[in-house]
């Protein structure tokens, strides 16, 4: 969809409207619930042509110029590409990390031997991707330049010599060495997000991948490649779990990851993973074939001081459209069965999409959980989040009261970012989503792992995870 097309009466598209249930609303208390509704059309559409967004995207085109194609699962995170030389620093390997260095080094020397040169080229391409994202600049011209000089560095590698090797391009070796990238295995291997807002989606399948019967069951469900090189990909039908729902993806879909061409956006790296990107945004556009979602939320937190109180709550109901019900599609079509519960803190932007300011003053709590109810019914799909009060003062205090599994969450940044040179020498940034590797209660510290870097996790304490997550999404593992 691009900008100019916003707010032009021939031109219909599908948004959530949620609609605040205020019959018998009464003061509530903790246990409480606050629900309200957001439908969004799957056959029919809805003008959206009104006053109020039309402002909105006017504001943000004359701030934003190069805002465009922001549509269903593709939407460009400006903020991870803020290179910060600061977070670079030399580091120094033992002899037990060189040898393992070595070694993956030579494995992938022989892997490349036996490739076509077809595929040599296919491999270079998804390399430079992968490291461009692990440099985190984003930026093509520049990228390439980096790209030359690591190969360049390559060659001192291969030979054994590691002096002078930076955690950055520590980063980079494993993602270039790494054997996943042409091969269909069904196991979820090294990547690098791409151009696209799609961190929820990667951090869930990260979290299905990390047991053993998660593993199984993404395995299960790509297929070997036919005579032409196309995957299918079975999905259940997430309304109907007994039904299956079988996606084709193409060897087109599968090149949209070389950053060179700035049109392309999906994970370099593993291929399984690039498949089940392209299949799952395939699923999505069939029970939202009408619709669009504005994914560049930041645009809006950057202007809605120019909106009235009223105008923000507007835009933001429609900015809200899909979010959660793209987790619960894809969750669902993934055969697991459970309920999807999302814990925010009570300062999260996100939080009130789903509920009032009067609900959230009357409550007065730190941390509120979100369950959702989502049916499909004449051709529509509605969404019902319920919201509820919690006893938690902070999202690690949910984590360990409730007992979860890491293998069970997600967790997402709010509009802090974070690196500490000395221990972290990496970068975690806003908005943005995680999947939750560890609590070690011994030292009382979090590990999470980030999609643009799936090679590398943070590791930080529980106080600094407080400080820099809002947001907490439980997906328990039940087939």
């Known amino acids: 969809m691009n900008i100019n097309n916003i707010g032009n009466s021939n031109k219909t ?58 549509q269903i699962f593709k939407g460009f995170e400006e903020h991870f590409f803020k290179l910060n030389t600061k977070l670079i620093h030399e580091i120094t390997l033992t002899p037990e990390q060189k040898e393992i260095l ?14 076509t040169p077809e595929q040599l080229n296919e491999l270079e391409k998804n390399k430079h991707g992968m490291l461009d994202f692990a440099l985190k600049n984003g930026l093509s011209d520049k990228s390439l330049k980096g790209y030359k000089n690591f190969l360049k560095r390559y060659e001192n590698f291969k030979n054994g010599n590691f002096n002078g090797i930076t955690n950055e391009e520590l980063s980079q070796l494993l993602y270039y060495t790494d054997t996943t990238d042409l091969i269909r295995d069904g196991k979820i291997g090294s990547f690098a997000q791409g151009r696209t807002g799609d961190c929820w989606f990667l951090s869930m399948l990260n979290n299905c991948a990390s047991t053993i019967e998660g593993e199984k069951n993404i395995a299960q469900r790509i297929s070997q490649a036919d005579n032409d090189g196309n995957y299918t990909v079975t999905f259940d039908n997430p309304f109907n779990q007994s039904e299956k729902i079988k996606i084709q993806v193409t060897p087109k879909d599968l090149q949209n990851y070389d950053l060179s061409n700035e049109d392309t956006y999906y994970s370099s790296g593993d291929l399984d993973v690039r498949i089940l990107e392209s299949a799952a945004e395939k699923l999505i556009h069939q029970y939202f074939k009408d619709g669009v979602e504005i994914q560049n939320t930041e645009v809006f937190y950057d202007i809605e001081n120019e909106l009235t109180l009223q105008e923000e709550k507007q835009v933001a109901d429609k900015l809200a459209c899909g979010f959660p019900e793209k987790r619960l599609l894809i969750y669902r079509a993934l055969g697991y069965k459970g309920e999807m519960k999302d814990y925010y803190t009570s300062d999260s932007r996100e939080l009130n999409k789903y509920c009032s300011k009067e609900f959230l ?69 806003t908005g943005h989503a995680y999947n939750f590797m560890n609590y070690n209660a011994e030292d009382e510290s979090i590990t999470v792992n980030d999609p643009y870097n799936s090679a590398f996790p943070h590791t930080i304490t529980k106080e600094k995870f407080d400080t820099l997550y809002t947001q907490l999404t439980y997906l328990p593992s039940i087939f």
């Not at 246990?31 to 009104?50: E, I, L, M, R």
């Not at 070595?102 to 490739?115: M, P, R, T, V």
């Open 13 to 70: 598209y599908s948004f959530s409207n949620l609609n605040v249930h205020k019959e018998g609303f009464k003061p509530a208390h903790i246990g409480d619930s606050y629900s309200f509704t957001g439908k969004s059309a799957k056959k029919k559409s809805v003008n959206f042509g009104n006053a109020i967004f039309e402002k909105f995207m006017t504001i943000a085109k004359e701030k934003y110029e190069n805002l465009s194609n922001m």
């Open 102 to 115: 070595a070694k993956k080094i030579q494995d992938f020397e022989n892997y490349k031997s036996n490739l």
């Open 361 to 429: 003053n009357s409550q007065n709590a730190k941390v509120y959980s979100v369950t959702y109810n989502l049916t499909e019914e004449n051709g529509k799909i509605e969404l019902t989040p319920e919201v509820k009060a919690t006893q938690y003062n902070s999202l690690s205090e949910v984590i360990t009261g409730e007992n979860m599994k890491a293998s069970e969450l997600t967790c997402g940044t709010g509009d802090k970012e974070y690196s500490d040179n000395k221990k972290e020498q990496r970068y975690i940034s």
